[in-house]
């Protein structure tokens, strides 16, 4: 899957700016398109969370949830 190209800058930032808010607890919600591997394109919602962990440093778990036939 991958972030429709037109939409990539502002999804990154937008996540970003959401999780480096001061009371953001790491959180962050987006919705965009996603280009699948056989072309289709999709709606998601993103929902994640940045955290810090010894082993590998700063992690993003993120859900994704795909809200095309909703």
Same mark, same amino acid.
């Given at each position: 899957?991958?972030?429709?190209?037109?939409?990539?800058?502002?999804?990154?930032?937008?996540?970003?700016?959401?999780?480096?808010?001061?009371?953001? &607890?790491?959180?962050?919600? @987006?919705?965009?398109?996603?280009?699948? +591997?056989?072309?289709? $394109?999709?709606? *998601?919602? &993103?929902?994640?969370?940045? @955290?810090?962990?010894?082993?590998?440093? +700063?992690?993003?778990? $993120?859900?994704? *949830?795909?809200?095309?036939?909703?």
């Amino acid at each position: 899957m991958l972030v429709h190209p037109e939409e990539y800058e502002a999804v990154e930032q937008s996540i970003w700016e959401q999780v480096q808010q001061p009371n953001s &607890d790491g959180n962050d919600a @987006v919705r965009y398109r996603i280009i699948t +591997k056989s072309g289709q $394109v999709k709606c *998601i919602l &993103d929902k994640g969370r940045l @955290v810090e962990t010894d082993v590998y440093g +700063k992690v993003f778990y $993120v859900l994704m *949830i795909d809200e095309s036939n909703w």
